[in-house]
């Protein structure tokens, strides 16, 4: 049986035992529940979770080593010779054509199977009519382990079937006996629930977990052939993929182009979007009445809700040929000369979208600072006659400064991790610059051009792009948890 | 500007009668400020404009699909010369179907089969498309074979931008994609009534082609939706669940203490990383399959997960603690209070956070295109373990090809997974407005 199925039947049995235990909670009292510990549904449950839950960790832990355990015994099946003379790459494709005839085998009738197990030679149309194709160099032990494979296989599933039912049956008879009147089901079942919610909210350690380490190991391995030095310190970018004649051409990693790039854009995109984002936070939240802001508010926000793909599919179709027109015209104007000084990916281009999507977030992160000033610091100023511009520059702004660089900070963060915008209207070329009329690349670019299309996980070529993941995932996380500090600290002192 | 406010003020000091405290300038400076702050404001929602004119202004095209309407006779001696009418037969998937149309479209154009010139221009007007269109049409019923029926076929997609007016036809005729004896074809097929411009229900069934006018973003669709299911059914549960174990019954130590900041930090995690992630755990470690929505979904899911758990213990906390009172002063316990009072109060504000995360992940690219969904996918996946696209990444490939018909569809494109995504928020906007109880 098949794995979906063994769950579909687990899960049909607990919802037998639900039924079959809230019953025998009745019958041992007579009918009169008040006389449970808990109430009825609570012995449903508790016949329901030892029906399934034992069940379904024996059919996890079994699935996760049982092809462990079957594919090291059909490799120990291999000639001595095989095994000795072939390098573990070559028995892996060893073990791929095994397990292809294995495959075709299944598809053979009784007769053919005979003729076939005769010999590779005999094998191959046999499973070639079949829609099995084999490539040429095969070996008669092949069919012995494939044979052996097939055989483990059948096993297996037969073994673990009866061992998940097993569980299960067991499970749900050594429940249902324990039910009486003082079994105390209710606590039992919220211990179960108490573990799942526990085990719930480690998931996002787990994550971090995860980002940290499958992105330490890689980087590890990548600094194994690049020196750290090298990397961090390097200035040129120029990381040629291997190709067949010259297999050894090392490429240069140097980090800081590429750094340079994601700063000098991200820069651009916050002179942008904080004059815009800031101000726009201080109209909504000093002078506007309540019907424009609650109109002005959720329109502005509808900027923070459209994908970034989005805007990058806007900077490469509308704002990159504008802005290179525009400057074609400047310059005809000013020089007679009518040759584009900004490029259509230009470090301009995509900092001044970015910019534009980054507006809400500046405007609801400091809308949310600024009327978190007290209300008496703002009368106060009123009362002695300040204008309300005045309020707002020399009491309120100051005294919401901390957060307000913290709000900043955390948008910054977001400018750095940007990716669809800068892949689609920053441009390639990884270089040192300081026009931001030409385009200049950053590391979430580089991140993915380095993986996709197809590729192997060994050469530095690709493992650079978990190096670039390793450091982007650093600087956001320095960048958010002091902004962080920084707001609690804000908030707590006006609390 | 505080120096600029005396000085002036000092200035109109002399002239006025009583004891001037610079009222006038502070005014104007007062007044300046208010208009600073409304203009942000209005340069803010013209750039929303903006970028939704320039998008709907180049998209709504992709709608309408250039067509031709063909009598196609449907030739025995080319579709099944062996008469076998057998479906599956290779005479029949491999039968020259685009002779059939390029026939009926020398008769409605009254061209000489011999007259290369004109033949070649005529050719030129019917997507390739046609092929696979006829075909299916007689795998589909065999019994039209012999027969001539009326079919509306796919322009070629030069003569869909011509149609649609996109290229300019004051360019000499040698650099141009459509002749001008084409120009004039179309004009009579128009003439005669057949040839219009139909909706476009290819732009939402079809999968990857390098053909704009059968390129569609069908596969993409269903790619998103296994994802988003997945989505849904991972991170709504586990996201509840964690909330509910940090609001209601986590002690508090130095552990809650580390998981908490950890999300808080999660949620501004750079997505690529979590696409990073899903490379080196999901693909390379658990060895699933690269391109498939299954990967994808559980990326999006982790990504998605911080949000939805930030929105939920929101939600929680919003819930009054006399109600949790209450409950246990009726004798639940606190497990029964959580779940049977707590939730189902705080499940407006839940569901309108998690379809709120929901909308972010239908959006989100840069991580799918690391776990090798930039893939070419013609075929519907039928399981979340089958090569699949995203609606985002297929934008993101229609981007970068050449043709105007491809400008035109990924406009299109990034309207229909606009108006997903504003379904999705207006839906957690009533749902914010009808159920949510302030108390």
Known sequence: MSVTTLVAIVLVLAAIGYVVGLQRARSVVGGETAQLHSRPGYYGSYVLVWTCLPALLVLAVWAATAPIVIENQV???????????????????????????????????????????????????????????????????????????????????????????????????????????????????????????????????????????????????????????EFFFGTVWDPRFANAEDPDAAGQFGLIPLLAGTLYIAFVAMLVAVPIGLFAAIYMAEYAGSRFRSLAKPLLEVLAGIPTIVYGFFALITVGPFLRDISAQLAGITTGDFAAFVSATSVLTAGLVMGIMLIPFVSSLSDDIITQVPRAMRDGSLGLGATRSETMRRVILPAALPGVVGALLMTASRAIGETMIVVMAAG???????????????????????????????????????????????????????????????????? | MTDATLTTGAATQAKAGRRDIGLKARYAAERRFRAYGLAAIIVGLSFLFILLASIVSQGYTAFWQTSILLDVTFDEEIVDPEGTRDTGSMAMLTANYPLLAQRALYDALDIDPDNREATRAADGLVSQGVRTQLRDMVTADPDIIGTTQSVWVLAHGDIDSAQKGQFDLTVEESRRRVSDLQLEYMQQLEQAGALEGRFNTGLFTFGASSRPETAGMGVAIIGSFWMML??????????????????????????????????????????????????????????????????????????????IIIATRAALKAVPPSIRDAALGVGASRMQTVFHHVLPLAAPGILTGTIIGLATALGETAPLLLIGMVAFVADYPSTPLDPSTALPVQIYMWSGQAERAFVERTSGAIIILLMFLAVMNITAIILRRRFERRW
């Not at chain 1, 494939?146 to 009866?162: K, M, P, Q, V």
């Not at chain 1, 079994?183 to 998931?203: K, M, P, Q, W």
């Not at chain 1, 590391?443 to 380095?450: A, L």
């Not at chain 2, 991972?234 to 964690?242: H, N, S, T, Y």
């Open chain 1, 428 to 495: 390639v070329a990884a270089r040192l610059s300081i026009n931001p009329f030409e385009p200049m690349t950053t590391v979430t670019v580089k991140i993915v051009s380095q993986l996709t299309g197809d590729l192997e996980f060994t050469s530095p070529q690709t493992l650079v792009a978990f190096a670039l993941g390793l450091t982007l995932f650093f600087i956001t996380l320095a960048l958010n948890v002091y902004a962080l500090y920084i707001v609690r600290k804000y908030r707590e002192q006006y609390e």
């Open chain 2, 230 to 307: 997945i989505v849904l059914v991972l991170a709504l549960p586990i996201g509840v669940a964690a909330s509910i174990y940090l609001e209601e019954f986590a002690p508090k130590n130095r552990l809650t203490d580390l998981i908490e900041v950890n999300i808080n930090n999660l949620a501004a995690v750079p997505s690529i990383v979590y696409g990073l992630l899903g490379l080196a755990v999901f693909i390379n470690f658990t060895g699933l399959p690269r391109s498939a929505a299954i990967v994808g979904g559980l990326v999006l899911t982790l990504m998605t997960l911080p949000t």
């Open chain 1, 75 to 229: 490799r120990a099946s291999f000639p001595e010779t095989v095994q000795m003379q072939q390098s573990p790459n070559q028995q892996n494709l060893s073990m791929n054509m095994v397990e292809s005839i294995a495959r075709g085998l299944r598809l053979l009738d009784e007769r053919e199977r005979t003729q076939a197990t005769a010999g590779f030679v005999e094998l191959r149309p046999l499973l070639a009519e079949k829609g099995v194709a084999l490539a040429g160099n095969g070996e008669d032990y092949m069919i012995r382990s494939a044979l052996l494979l097939n055989r483990l296989t059948d096993a297996n599933r037969l073994w673990r079937s009866i061992a998940v039912i097993g569980f299960s049956l067991v499970g749900l008879g050594f429940a249902l006996v324990q039910i009486r009147a003082r079994l105390r089901a209710r606590n039992r079942v919220e211990a179960v629930i108490h573990g799942a919610l526990i085990l719930a909210s480690t998931v996002a350690i787990l994550t971090t977990i995860g980002i940290v380490l499958s992105m330490v190991s890689e980087t590890g391995r990548f600094f194994s052939s690049v020196p750290p030095a």
